[in-house]
């Protein structure tokens, strides 16, 4: 069984998906995988390279993806570009990480797990939620963006309503860290039980 974790930036997906790490869950992360397919010597990287020019690495030859983030942030075609290049390596490499999956079950974590066709591969989602001004604050703090770039991503991000609306769960990560280590407790135990259930 394969879970799908998502929520918008800032909403604390990592805290959720290191908690269930502690459980002895896989967890596959598409923004890893992403880094992956963009590693030097990569074809993606290569042509990346050409499009925007040499300067768009870093002196050790690594994308610097703070400066990517800028440009398709701001320009419309060139973030369509980018996806159409990435998504399928990076579909890719997904699929191959959960292939190889030995714990109860795997949770892929992505947030754009809802506006691509990863969802297909998962049996059921779950949206992690804090309310849109701490998204915003959380970010600036943590990223030291701007908060027009942290809006522009949060724009090009599945609206809030919708994605909650496509949930099968919702952990609100707004509170105590305590209450977090509950929640995907709680949560951990309904999966499991859900499996129990499905191969009894």
Do not use: C
Request: charged residues 30%; hydrophobic residues 45%; glycine residues 6%.
């Amino acid at each position: 069984m394969i879970v799908g974790i998502t929520g918008g930036i800032g909403s604390g997906k990592s805290a959720v998906t290191t908690r269930f790490e502690q459980l002895g869950i896989t967890v596959v992360d598409a923004d890893l995988a992403a880094r992956v397919v963009v590693e030097p010597g990569s074809a993606a990287l290569t042509a990346i390279a050409e499009r925007h020019g040499i300067s768009i690495l870093l002196e050790d030859g690594h994308l610097d993806r703070a400066a990517l983030r800028k440009i398709v942030f701001a320009d419309e075609a060139e973030r369509l570009w980018l996806e159409q290049l990435t998504h399928p390596l990076i579909g890719r490499e997904i699929r191959e990480q959960l292939d190889a999956a030995s714990s109860a079950y795997a949770i892929l974590a992505s947030p754009l797990l809802l506006e691509s066709s990863q969802k297909d591969l998962t049996d059921f989602i779950v949206v992690v939620d804090v309310p849109e001004a701490l998204q915003l604050s959380r970010t600036i703090s943590r990223d030291d963006n701007d908060e027009a770039q942290v809006k522009r991503i949060m724009a090009a991000q599945m609206a809030r309503e919708d994605r909650l609306a496509k949930a099968d769960f919702v952990i609100d990560n707004s509170g105590s860290l305590e209450e977090l280590d509950d929640a995907v407790k709680a949560l951990h135990e309904e999966i499991l039980g859900r499996i129990d259930t499905q191969f009894s």
